[in-house]
């Protein structure tokens, strides 16, 4: 019996520590306003309260705390990307991630699995050395391994689905998965704890700009002034960002998942195909997810289709052909914000004082911390940390993109 | 304490059925034997596993997911997580669905020891020390060691176990139309699929159960059941003759998807059902009321034990409990009374019943009714796991209880506390609940077009309004699919008061479970909100309520109004969570269906197998990698190298069947191909070709192939295999806005093609082809020509990806094998040799030249990969083009490189990274040894200022040792390209 459950048994009356702070009236000016209530504006509330003293903080999101992408999408926690400046920044997420529970006094049950990624092709084996190298170039445990090892590491995978034989896999040690909801609560508890104030049912419905600069935000409830504002608003930066009055080169798709009836345990890695399309993990309640590619065509709208579960399951028999006889429990989707070089929007707008948060598509949750903790240094000190910096927005104005297609394409 | 103690002999009598017409889905003519947990038991065709386990006095089938606790069927029908069992080949099957066939053997899932002694049970004990939400509060101090809990609570999660060899055997999918979907077939579906076929609609009727009738085969609606029984006679009667009704029973519509798009399964069969309009006659779920507990084995909701009686012929216990909140709980207790069960008491939470007559009616049946009681806690003999008795109080106030308290002894609680309407598929179309205070019931609204609800998921419960409700339905959906009809008004009336607003009671003690799938009690919702989960939301992902396998069937009202309560909001306003699909869980082989792995083999296919060819996926193609049986077995290495010098010595012939091929014709056909290719192309003459390479907005590199010129209005494109599809389909994309006076088309497959290379080409060529002069003057490099191969007409083009006397010959697919077979033939004193995609890598390598895909990335742009001689800018557009000229007007950021590195060097592997110190500054893209060159050769991204013949790159390899190779300049091999120029 671990010693943080006694209190609960033994107190006579229920000791319930408030994570999240009942709604109370806003306030007419803040220091900072930050749009959107999920893992990532919270975040950004947390570090900029933590390390800078900045808690004059609204965090303003207008449905309820975490219920976009946060609650919506696999949490797979992974840096073995492609680019050096990818590498290097989800490495430092990775570490973040590692220390949250204590950090937060808060489980957010990460845990450490491993991601193994299949290679079918000859063009994926070369791409996933590449990975592999850059990865441990920067201290990441990744490396390629045959089918044997393949074998011996998951043992229930079948390693010759139709006509793409498995020909060797890329495994990421470092690759975990964590309680989504709890990584939004856990920042949310702190930065409550800290004075930031989180307010839920409030939605942003337009930005006050006076000559060039952001001065404050139109809410369902009311007019706030504030000295700066951050979009982390996944899955609809594009049409915030119009608010702001400029255009990010962000096209929006449904990315969906699923999830099956809770069996005992016969996976632990994070399992995807690149040819298959399909990755495959079980969590620790026993429900086997499988996530893909997203949907074929842009849209803002999360309903779920059955023309992409049917295509999903197919390849996730092919690689676990027993699965046939689990049971579908439930299937749901998110909106996906895709940059043309699949990586990031982070810094500064053409707006001043208007901050951008963007651009996650299907990389969002396991850069949640990293993304906060540099966002609120870059709000707090004015200065871009070098961690983001390739990560602005004039980056497609000078051609200098971060690719990072290869490295995204349904492993997430 | 007041306890029912079974009569000794249980397991005998309780075998016994109860007479007809009980028991319609039984076969009494056929005994079914079967095995529990080891124990060998009877029951009969047309059970259920769980009904014949109940008829041999059996109600434990499951352990639940946290506590272990022990449970018996609530639902019977499906609809419940307590009759999940083990299938030796199967986990989580539902045992009050499952038939019953002979021979089956099944055990239960999630426990310890066996299901009757579950060692598990003993987490129940300590529930206190487990609040909702724990594992969010412990297992992380000291940092770390979760590590060491999570496999610990993995373990105890899940439910049931893979059969990791099962085979689940043959599955299929169908498409069905119609203009009318019902899915129901309770009084609401049957009446509103005769309406609708009555008005010339066709219609499909989907019924989930074995037979038509829903609440009809097992419910009471009056004291006097004749008419509800004639009623359903005379309803499946008429719509079983029905020409323009197509039934489907046993059949789950498990899903409303846009544009009613319906996933219906049945057997081994998904359906996808296509309709013009939906009428959901779903009906709505009986709840359970919550008291300390209620999920003993035995305690059921009273249409369970009415499904029990009247489906199965089993009499649910020998002395009952009825607690309900609304007057179908009477009806319940008429029923058992009649099939000779002892109904100990009546608990009405209400004052009285909304009809007076029934509770004279349970009175003159000798029913002791107590009003304005409620259960405050039920009982069981550790022994066999069974409700053996309740505690009685009088209820003071919403959710209290007085202090007087009666004990009753009985084998069987039944409980009728209210309905939700089975919303899901509505919700699923965008249907918004509202919660009525008046009636304590969802109501659903702001359906889609010609998407229609009716009978009592549209809260009507009375059988005639039910009826009439189906029938409004369908005469809505004729209206709107254009049908001359008049449309019948809802059903007249007043409110229909079915649910009880409160029907929950809080325990000192716990253990009152809102959620059974997830083990919830009272206090776990109400302190989930009093942590700051208050959004319904953020309880349900807080304390997992909902989350199970029942997905909130029965936990969905509840928390509704027990969050609402704890954070004062209305329960309107609180909301349940999104209902998703499926409507219920679907085994992934129905989603999936029959196994198809389809590929593409090229006209030639069955002459590289008999070679023994190893094939290589390339797109969805096959392609041969290497001819290992030539031979021997050669592994992949010496074939290659073997092949590759083949071919520069004698000749060599492989198989291109696969590149994308595209033709464009049309006024317009130089315009568009120069519009979309980087170089020049209004000036190419007829019979030439020329290499065309594509870049996207971008400016990168995306795909390349030669444009061949047959007239002035007729080109012939060729592609990379995997990239055709793109290639074309952008193509037309870009016609779309550009309107140019063009055809294209993908021949890809119309076509198949030979490579011929090597020093003898022209030899092996002049003795088959006709109609062309294949000397070097008349037929020279880059040129192409139209003539025969043999018999079969032929494009023979001049180029040279292999860097030897070539050609390329492209006929049409028919007579692909046979091209193949006329070179082979006439090839054979020349030694022509088939040689592999491994092979012309290498030989291609060898000439410096890149494939796309593999040399460049998505940031290669053409000045990156020393093709700007391929970019013609002084013509004013190509898709690309402005950022080409920005990105060349930048400092480079990497150039792709050749490499050398001396044969006896460490060989560096595709992937290996090119590093300036410390910093990455590109990455090996081809590499191999060149036995021409008794070198290793390749092509690597660099430093721009690496650029240059004569410089060096540092290349870590495997094992993270560092070579050190000279750039030299492209090509490795034939730097003057004599050879193919010949």
């Known amino acids: 019996m671990p010693f943080g459950l006694l209190k609960y048994g033994l107190s006579s009356r229920y000791p319930a520590e408030v994570d999240i702070p009942p709604p109370k009236a806003l306030k007419s000016s803040y220091d900072v306003v930050i749009i959107g209530g999920g893992g990532h504006g919270l975040a950004i509330a947390y570090y900029l309260a933590k390390y800078h003293g900045i808690t004059d903080v609204a965090v303003l999101e207008k449905a309820y705390l975490g219920g976009g992408n946060t609650a919506r999408n696999t949490a797979v926690i992974r840096s073995n990307y492609l680019t050096s400046e990818g590498v290097r920044f989800y490495s430092e997420s990775v570490r973040l991630f590692q220390q949250l529970s204590n950090e937060f006094d808060f489980n957010i049950m990460y845990s450490e699995r491993g991601q193994l990624t299949l290679a079918h092709t000859d063009g994926a084996v070369r791409a996933f050395r590449q990975r592999a190298e850059v990865n441990k170039h920067f201290g990441g445990r990744t490396e390629m391994i045959d089918r044997q090892q393949i074998r011996e590491l998951v043992p229930t995978l079948n390693l010759d689905p139709g006509h793409l034989p498995v020909l060797a896999g890329l495994w990421h040690r470092d690759g975990a998965t964590a309680r989504h909801d709890a990584v939004a609560w856990g920042y949310a508890k702190e930065a409550a704890k800290r004075g930031v104030e989180i307010h839920q049912l409030t939605s942003v419905e337009d930005v006050v700009i006076e000559n060039g600069r952001l001065t404050g935000v139109k809410t369902n409830r009311g007019a706030i002034r504030c000295g700066c504002a951050i979009q982390a608003v996944a899955g609809h930066s594009s049409t915030m960002a119009r608010k702001a009055g400029f255009r990010l080169p962000v096209v929006s798709y449904p990315l969906q998942a699923m999830v099956t009836q809770p069996v005992k345990p016969f996976l632990d890695p994070l399992v995807s195909s690149s040819a298959l399309h399909c990755y495959v993990q079980q969590t620790s309640r026993g429900e086997v997810v499988f996530g893909g590619g997203s949907d074929p065509y842009p849209l803002y709208n999360t309903r779920s289709t059955l023309d992409l579960k049917e295509s999903l399951i197919t390849s996730g028999i092919e690689m676990f052909p027993f699965l046939a006889k689990a049971k579908l429990m439930r299937q749901w989707a998110g909106i996906t914000d895709m940059t043309p070089d699949y990586s990031p929007i982070m810094g500064a707008s053409p707006v001043q004082n208007y901050y951008l948060d963007a651009g996650w598509g299907t990389w969002g949750f396991k850069a949640t911390p990293i993304c906060g903790k540099t966002m609120a240094e870059l709000i707090a000190t004015g200065k871009t940390p070098e961690l983001i910096a390739p990560f602005c927005l004039e980056r497609f104005d000078h051609f200098r993109q971060i690719n990072e297609m290869g490295a995204t394409a349904a492993s997430h | 304490?007041?306890?029912?103690?079974?009569?000794?002999?249980?397991?005998?009598?309780?075998?016994?059925?109860?007479?007809?017409?009980?028991?319609?889905?039984?076969?009494?003519?056929?005994?079914?034997?079967?095995?529990?947990?080891?124990?060998?038991?009877?029951?009969?065709?047309?059970?259920?596993?769980?009904?014949?386990?109940?008829?041999?006095?059996?109600?434990?089938?499951?352990?639940?997911?946290?506590?272990?606790?022990?449970?018996?069927?609530?639902?019977?029908?499906?609809?419940?997580?307590?009759?999940?069992?083990?299938?030796?080949?199967?986990?989580?099957?539902?045992?009050?669905?499952?038939?019953?066939?002979?021979?089956?053997?099944?055990?239960?899932?999630?426990?310890?020891?066996?299901?009757?002694?579950?060692?598990?049970?003993?987490?129940?004990?300590?529930?206190?020390?487990?609040?909702?939400?724990?594992?969010?509060?412990?297992?992380?101090?000291?940092?770390?060691?979760?590590?060491?809990?999570?496999?610990?609570?993995?373990?105890?999660?899940?439910?049931?176990?893979?059969?990791?060899?099962?085979?689940?055997?043959?599955?299929?999918?169908?498409?069905?139309?119609?203009?009318?979907?019902?899915?129901?077939?309770?009084?609401?579906?049957?009446?509103?699929?005769?309406?609708?076929?009555?008005?010339?609609?066709?219609?499909?009727?989907?019924?989930?159960?074995?037979?038509?009738?829903?609440?009809?085969?097992?419910?009471?609606?009056?004291?006097?059941?004749?008419?509800?029984?004639?009623?359903?006679?005379?309803?499946?009667?008429?719509?079983?003759?029905?020409?323009?009704?197509?039934?489907?029973?046993?059949?789950?519509?498990?899903?409303?998807?846009?544009?009613?798009?319906?996933?219906?399964?049945?057997?081994?069969?998904?359906?996808?059902?296509?309709?013009?309009?939906?009428?959901?006659?779903?009906?709505?779920?009986?709840?359970?009321?919550?008291?300390?507990?209620?999920?003993?084995?035995?305690?059921?909701?009273?249409?369970?034990?009415?499904?029990?009686?009247?489906?199965?012929?089993?009499?649910?216990?020998?002395?009952?409990?009825?607690?309900?909140?609304?007057?179908?709980?009477?009806?319940?207790?008429?029923?058992?009374?009649?099939?000779?069960?002892?109904?100990?008491?009546?608990?009405?939470?209400?004052?009285?019943?909304?009809?007076?007559?029934?509770?004279?009616?349970?009175?003159?049946?000798?029913?002791?009714?107590?009003?304005?009681?409620?259960?405050?806690?039920?009982?069981?003999?550790?022994?066999?796991?069974?409700?053996?008795?309740?505690?009685?109080?009088?209820?003071?106030?919403?959710?209290?209880?007085?202090?007087?308290?009666?004990?009753?002894?009985?084998?069987?609680?039944?409980?009728?506390?209210?309905?939700?309407?089975?919303?899901?598929?509505?919700?699923?179309?965008?249907?918004?609940?509202?919660?009525?205070?008046?009636?304590?019931?969802?109501?659903?609204?702001?359906?889609?077009?010609?998407?229609?609800?009716?009978?009592?998921?549209?809260?009507?419960?009375?059988?005639?309004?039910?009826?009439?409700?189906?029938?409004?339905?369908?005469?809505?959906?004729?209206?709107?699919?254009?049908?001359?009809?008049?449309?019948?008004?809802?059903?007249?009336?007043?409110?229909?008061?079915?649910?009880?607003?409160?029907?929950?009671?809080?325990?000192?003690?716990?253990?009152?479970?809102?959620?059974?799938?997830?083990?919830?009690?009272?206090?776990?919702?109400?302190?989930?909100?009093?942590?700051?989960?208050?959004?319904?939301?953020?309880?349900?992902?807080?304390?997992?309520?909902?989350?199970?396998?029942?997905?909130?069937?029965?936990?969905?009202?509840?928390?509704?109004?027990?969050?609402?309560?704890?954070?004062?909001?209305?329960?309107?306003?609180?909301?349940?969570?999104?209902?998703?699909?499926?409507?219920?869980?679907?085994?992934?082989?129905?989603?999936?269906?029959?196994?198809?792995?389809?590929?593409?083999?090229?006209?030639?296919?069955?002459?590289?197998?008999?070679?023994?060819?190893?094939?290589?996926?390339?797109?969805?193609?096959?392609?041969?990698?290497?001819?290992?049986?030539?031979?021997?077995?050669?592994?992949?290495?010496?074939?290659?190298?073997?092949?590759?010098?083949?071919?520069?010595?004698?000749?060599?012939?492989?198989?291109?069947?696969?590149?994308?091929?595209?033709?464009?014709?049309?006024?317009?056909?130089?315009?568009?191909?120069?519009?979309?290719?980087?170089?020049?192309?209004?000036?190419?003459?007829?019979?030439?070709?020329?290499?065309?390479?594509?870049?996207?907005?971008?400016?990168?590199?995306?795909?390349?192939?030669?444009?061949?010129?047959?007239?002035?209005?007729?080109?012939?494109?060729?592609?990379?295999?995997?990239?055709?599809?793109?290639?074309?389909?952008?193509?037309?994309?870009?016609?779309?806005?550009?309107?140019?006076?063009?055809?294209?088309?993908?021949?890809?497959?119309?076509?198949?093609?030979?490579?011929?290379?090597?020093?003898?080409?022209?030899?092996?060529?002049?003795?088959?082809?006709?109609?062309?002069?294949?000397?070097?003057?008349?037929?020279?490099?880059?040129?192409?020509?139209?003539?025969?191969?043999?018999?079969?007409?032929?494009?023979?083009?001049?180029?040279?990806?292999?860097?030897?006397?070539?050609?390329?010959?492209?006929?049409?697919?028919?007579?692909?094998?046979?091209?193949?077979?006329?070179?082979?033939?006439?090839g054979k004193d020349l030694e022509l040799r088939p040689f592999g995609v491994e092979a012309q890598r290498l030989l291609r390598l060898e000439k410096g030249h890149v494939i796309i895909g593999q040399d460049t990335d998505g940031m290669s742009h053409p000045f990156e990969i020393n093709m700007g001689w391929a970019v013609n800018r002084t013509k004013p557009f190509f898709v690309g083009r402005r950022a080409v000229d920005i990105l060349h007007s930048h400092p480079p950021l990497r150039r792709l490189v050749g490499f050398r590195l001396p044969s006896t060097s460490a060989k560096p592997l595709e992937g290996h990274l090119v590093l300036e110190g410390e910093r990455i500054s590109g990455n090996v893209t081809s590499c191999e040894y060149s036995p021409t060159l008794d070198a290793i050769i390749g092509l690597a991204y660099a430093a721009p200022e690496r650029g240059e013949p004569g410089q060096r790159i540092t290349i870590r390899t495997e094992g993270g040792e560092t070579v050190t190779a000279d750039v030299v300049a492209l090509p490795f091999f034939d730097p003057d390209n004599q050879r193919q120029e010949l």
């Not at chain 2, 499952?98 to 099944?106: H, R």
């Not at chain 2, 009826?467 to 004729?478: E, N």
């Not at chain 2, 870009?734 to 055809?743: E, T």
């Open chain 2, 1 to 826: 304490m007041n306890r029912y103690e079974p009569p000794a002999a249980l397991h005998d009598t309780a075998t016994d059925r109860l007479a007809a017409p009980m028991g319609r889905r039984i076969d009494r003519q056929a005994p079914r034997r079967f095995q529990f947990e080891g124990t060998p038991y009877a029951g009969y065709a047309g059970d259920t596993l769980a009904s014949a386990l109940i008829a041999n006095g059996r109600y434990l089938l499951s352990r639940s997911f946290k506590y272990h606790r022990p449970r018996g069927p609530l639902t019977l029908a499906g609809q419940d997580a307590n009759t999940l069992v083990q299938l030796p080949d199967e986990p989580n099957v539902l045992a009050d669905t499952q038939p019953l066939t002979e021979g089956l053997s099944v055990y239960g899932q999630n426990y310890a020891g066996s299901l009757d002694a579950d060692r598990d049970m003993k987490l129940g004990a300590l529930a206190k020390f487990m609040p909702v939400g724990f594992y969010y509060r412990a297992f992380y101090k000291p940092k770390g060691v979760w590590k060491y809990w999570e496999p610990l609570i993995r373990k105890k999660a899940g439910l049931g176990v893979f059969d990791l060899d099962a085979d689940a055997g043959y599955h299929d999918k169908a498409y069905l139309f119609a203009d009318v979907a019902v899915v129901g077939s309770g009084p609401a579906g049957l009446k509103a699929a005769l309406t609708a076929a009555d008005g010339g609609a066709r219609v499909l009727l989907i019924e989930q159960e074995p037979e038509l009738g829903g609440a009809l085969t097992y419910a009471r609606f009056a004291t006097d059941t004749a008419p509800s029984e004639r009623l359903l006679d005379d309803l499946v009667a008429e719509v079983e003759a029905h020409d323009n009704i197509r039934l489907l029973c046993n059949a789950t519509c498990n899903g409303w998807f846009k544009d009613h798009y319906l996933p219906v399964i049945q057997g081994r069969r998904l359906y996808k059902v296509r309709a013009k309009a939906c009428i959901v006659a779903s009906g709505a779920f009986d709840q359970p009321a919550i008291f300390r507990n209620n999920d003993l084995p035995g305690i059921m909701l009273a249409s369970a034990a009415q499904r029990l009686m009247r489906h199965y012929a089993i009499k649910p216990g020998q002395r009952a409990v009825v607690l309900t909140g609304n007057d179908d709980g009477y009806l319940a207790a008429l029923d058992l009374v009649e099939q000779g069960v002892e109904v100990a008491a009546l608990v009405d939470m209400r004052a009285a019943p909304n009809e007076t007559k029934l509770g004279d009616a349970v009175e003159a049946q000798g029913i002791a009714r107590y009003r304005e009681h409620t259960i405050f806690e039920a009982h069981h003999a550790k022994a066999h796991h069974r409700v053996t008795g309740v505690e009685l109080r009088p209820i003071a106030g919403r959710g209290e209880v007085g202090e007087a308290r009666t004990d009753i002894a009985c084998d069987v609680v039944c409980m009728s506390a209210g309905y939700m309407p089975a919303y899901q598929l509505l919700c699923q179309a965008g249907g918004k609940l509202s919660y009525c205070d008046e009636t304590a019931q969802f109501a659903i609204s702001g359906l889609p077009k010609r998407l229609y609800v009716a009978g009592s998921a549209n809260g009507f419960h009375a059988l005639d309004r039910v009826v009439h409700d189906g029938a409004r339905a369908a005469t809505q959906a004729l209206r709107d699919l254009g049908h001359q009809v008049d449309v019948l008004d809802a059903p007249k009336g007043a409110l229909e008061q079915v649910n009880y607003p409160w029907p929950m009671f809080a325990h000192p003690k716990g253990k009152e479970f809102v959620d059974f799938d997830e083990d919830l009690q009272i206090a776990d919702i109400i302190n989930a909100t009093r942590h700051g989960y208050r959004d319904v939301q953020l309880v349900k992902r807080f304390s997992t309520v909902g989350m199970g396998p029942s997905q909130g069937r029965h936990s969905a009202l509840p928390t509704a109004r027990l969050v609402a309560a704890a954070t004062e909001r209305s329960v309107s306003d609180t909301g349940v969570t999104t209902a998703r699909p499926p409507f219920a869980a679907e085994t992934l082989a129905h989603l999936a269906g029959r196994h198809f792995d389809p590929f593409r083999q090229t006209p030639m296919h069955r002459r590289h197998v008999e070679l023994g060819a190893h094939m290589m996926p390339a797109g969805d193609w096959q392609r041969p990698a290497y001819y290992p049986s030539r031979a021997g077995t050669l592994e992949r290495l010496r074939c290659q190298q073997e092949e590759a010098r083949h071919v520069r010595e004698k000749v060599g012939i492989i198989d291109v069947s696969t590149l994308g091929g595209i033709e464009v014709r049309g006024p317009d056909a130089a315009e568009f191909i120069n519009r979309i290719y980087t170089f020049g192309f209004l000036k190419q003459p007829i019979g030439r070709t020329r290499y065309a390479a594509m870049t996207n907005e971008q400016g990168v590199v995306i795909d390349d192939g030669v444009s061949c010129r047959l007239a002035e209005d007729h080109f012939y494109v060729t592609a990379t295999t995997s990239g055709v599809g793109r290639v074309y389909q952008s193509m037309l994309q870009w016609n779309a806005q550009w309107r140019l006076d063009v055809d294209i088309a993908n021949v890809t497959s119309a076509y198949a093609a030979v490579n011929v290379a090597g020093p003898l080409a022209r030899q092996l060529l002049e003795r088959v082809c006709t109609g062309v002069d294949l000397s070097a003057e008349a037929f020279p490099y880059l040129g192409l020509r139209e003539g025969f191969i043999g018999e079969a007409p032929a494009y023979l083009l001049r180029v040279g990806f292999v860097g030897e006397l070539g050609f390329e010959l492209h006929v049409p697919s028919r007579y692909g094998e046979y091209l193949w077979d006329t070179l082979m033939e006439a």
